[in-house]
């Protein structure tokens, strides 16, 4: 089953790629890795939620826009690379805007994890990953998502 049917039967479509708000490109490709800009929960151009997790958004709200984050890095891959020929996760970096004192920073994070799983699989879809708490994040997001990719030789 291609990547574009198995966004299918779990209900998403691949978004268009969102145009980089600074010096950067979305994603760059390196021998048969791929390497993308953080991403951030953009939904029609817009972010789904603002705020800091634990205070403006809840954790459950957070994870499921880790999710969009991770739906916008495969968008970005589409760019340089043809998806069906991602072969595995390398490593999902994982940014939480959140409140002093929250720490239920991995349970968002699992948002990106778990959808990328479902996509790629039990084995090509796990993956090394960081899951950090930040102060502070780009249009006041609540969480920003990266991510590794290795191709197909």
């Known amino acids: 089953m291609s990547v574009q049917e ?7 479509t691949l978004p268009t790629a969102a145009a980089p708000v600074a010096a950067y490109v979305p994603a760059v490709k390196i021998g048969n890795l791929i390497f993308t800009a953080g991403q951030l929960p953009v939904v029609d151009g817009k972010l789904g939620k603002e705020g800091k997790v634990g205070i403006d958004t809840t954790p459950e709200d957070a994870k499921k826009m880790a999710e969009i984050c991770a739906l916008n890095a495969l968008a970005a891959i589409s760019l340089v690379a043809d998806l069906d020929q991602i072969e595995r996760v390398v490593r999902v970096g994982g940014f939480v805007n959140c409140a002093p004192g929250f720490t239920a920073i991995p349970g968002v994070v699992n948002g990106a994890s778990e959808f990328l799983i479902k ?9 090394a990953r960081t899951a950090v708490g930040v102060a502070e994040l780009p249009l006041n997001a609540p969480v920003e998502i990266e991510l590794i990719m290795q191709l197909k030789n």
């Open 6 to 12: 198995k966004l299918a039967a779990l209900g998403l």
């Open 119 to 127: 996509v790629f699989g039990d084995v090509n879809g796990k993956h």
